[in-house]
């Protein structure tokens, strides 16, 4: 079942919604573009009853500013968004470190936490993302969507990407999972149209000048694992092989027949990868890092 939310305030009169389930070490999970806490749907039973990470995880599902339940304006920037984060931490009376696990735009915020948040961190697990900035081809792409957007509205960005998103080979997960194909297709379309016109100009813009944080992440001195589904068309194995050769130590995990949206397509291949990362924190603590329950 998936936890009612709460607003949390994070400066300046704004809040962000959140939803929560759990106890012990905080894991925050950030929801890609277009989207919300909804692609999260299937990591719940993570800290459920019986679950891998009951009693050690506490489950912390943001809509980032301007999607789901959280009230517009979206922030202008990547760092914006993370620096929002910090401050959901602190709302939230997170002190000590949590373990932070963004999917694709989620990512990038996962990595700018990481520059400029290090001590907010116990570990970060980057999912169907990628380092690199955006060329200037997709930076055009992104522009133009952001007119038809302008123009037409939500739904064009719905038809440009929920085709993309999820693996469409004669095996991929979503086939042979308990909700199929159409399901998790008629949610991703529902979630964007839902989003505002607003929020999608101003966080392709966001998207668009990210910039790239290969350097940056050279510098990570953070328990790292990568998640990529196998056949991931948008960010593609390839860019999760050059951030595993970036980042010191990191652990990477493709995940076979899943797109990009590897926690949604395929949940236990995922929730398995997510719970030995955390319970790998346990087994080697770090300073500032809770006791293992
Ligand atoms: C996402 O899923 O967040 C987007 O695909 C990010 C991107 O387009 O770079």
Known sequence: MIP??????????????????????????????????SMWRGQWGLVAPGGPLEGRARLVVPDLAGFGGSPGPARPTIAAMADDVAALLD???????????????????????????????????????????DGDEARRARYDLADRVSRVG?????????????????????????????????????TIEATGTDTIRTALHALAERPDMTAAAAAFDLPALL?????????????????RETIPGAVLRIVPRCGHMTPLEDPPAFNAELAAFVES?????????PPAP
């Open 4 to 37: 009612a939310p709460r607003q949390v305030p994070v400066g300046a009169g704004r809040t962000l919604a959140v939803r929560e389930a759990g106890a012990g070490l905080p894991v925050v999970l950030l929801h890609g573009f277009p989207l919300d806490h």
């Open 91 to 133: 709302g939230l009376g997170i002190g000590g470190p949590a373990v932070v696990c963004g999917l694709s735009m989620g990512g990038y915020v996962t990595q700018h936490l990481a520059a400029r948040h290090r001590r907010r961190l116990a570990g970060l697990v980057l999912v169907d993302t990628k380092l690199e900035a």
């Open 154 to 190: 939500s739904r064009i960005a719905a038809e440009a990407m929920v085709p993309r998103l999820v693996a469409r080979g004669p095996d991929a997960a979503i086939d042979g999972a308990a909700r199929g194909r159409a399901e998790v297709e008629d949610l991703l379309r529902a």
């Open 227 to 243: 998640v990529v589904g196998a056949e991931d068309t948008i960010t593609p194995p390839e860019c999760l092989e050059r951030a």
């Open 281 to 289: 924190l346990f087994n080697s603590p770090r300073p500032g890092l």
